[in-house]
């Protein structure tokens, strides 16, 4: 008969690759490895007044789902038209860069990389323009 010894890298190995499948299946049917809610005890005292405040509890949150997706298209128009009052700023800034020949950019010293505008350096970047940095501690 032949021997049934492995290596601990293959055993291991081939453990972690069952693992995977498994929970790539489990991930296939929709399962989720919780169990069901196992509801109120009928130990609890004032069980009433729990199932009354967790079925208030629902009814509150479906109030506030269906206020979110009767607001969905407002907020959605409220971002458009913050974004749109961009667009004339993002105009002039291409000017600005297309008819400079350097562009320098202030950094604020206790955050420099916070104060950077990646599209503004990017855009002075592809025009093929010098950009200059500035560190400077803004403020007190």
């Avoid at 979110?68 to 993002?90: M, T, V």
């Amino acid at each position: 008969t032949k021997s049934k010894r492995i290596t601990c890298h293959k055993r291991y190995k081939i453990l972690k690759k069952v693992y995977g499948s498994h929970i790539s299946k489990r991930l296939d049917q929709g399962t989720s490895p919780k169990g069901k809610d196992p509801g109120v005890p009928n130990s609890l005292p004032f069980k009433e007044e729990v199932l009354k405040h967790v079925q208030e509890m629902k009814v509150v949150s479906s109030e506030v789902r269906t206020f979110n997706l009767l607001n969905a298209g407002k907020i959605q128009e409220a971002e458009s038209k913050r974004l749109s009052s961009f667009a004339p700023y993002h105009l002039e800034t291409d000017k600005i860069i297309m008819e400079s020949n350097v562009v320098l950019e202030v950094l604020d010293a206790r955050d420099p990389l916070g104060t950077r505008s990646s599209e503004i350096e990017d855009k002075v970047m592809s025009a093929n323009k010098r950009l200059v940095l500035i560190l400077n501690k803004m403020g007190s």
